[in-house]
Nanobody
Framework: QVQLVESGGGLVQPGGSLRLSCAASGFTLDRYAIGWFRQVPGKEREGFSC???????YYADSAKGRFTISRDTAKNTVYLQLNNLKPADTAVYYC???????????????????WGLGTQVTVSS
């Protein structure tokens, strides 16, 4: 059974950091592209970071210089390091897989086939 489980969210002050994890089961994640999305109430879910099968990484302008996506093949886990967090980063963060697809469409993972349940990130003083 294919499953993605996010963890690592929480409450952090502006300027703080968090590391989100996305643990995969039921498939080998380094064979596919994996992406991170986030969503705030009343808005569409937006993709902002993606790592291709080849290991190429992509970021939306809002994430460049502050967020880093990486993967650990031994742990079958993708990480998202969030630095210098701002209140505008407050959202539910989701990881996603595109099984059968090895590429990213810029910072957005195309043709998502599987979603995690999400983890809440709240940036507030």
């Amino acid at each position: 059974q294919v499953q993605l489980v996010e963890s690592g969210g929480g409450l952090v002050q502006p300027g703080g950091s968090l590391r989100l994890s996305c643990a995969a089961s039921g498939f080998t994640l380094d064979r596919y592209a994996i992406g991170w999305f986030r969503q705030v109430p009343g808005k569409e879910r937006e993709g902002f970071s993606c790592i291709s099968r080849a290991g190429n990484t992509y970021y939306a302008d809002s994430a460049k210089g502050r967020f880093t996506i990486s993967r650990d093949t031994a742990k079958n886990t993708v990480y998202l390091q969030l630095n210098n967090l701002k209140p505008a980063d407050t959202a539910v963060y989701y990881c996603a897989a595109s099984l059968g697809n090895s590429y990213c469409r810029g910072a957005v993972l195309p043709e998502v086939t599987n979603w995690g349940l999400g983890t809440q990130v709240t940036v507030s003083s």
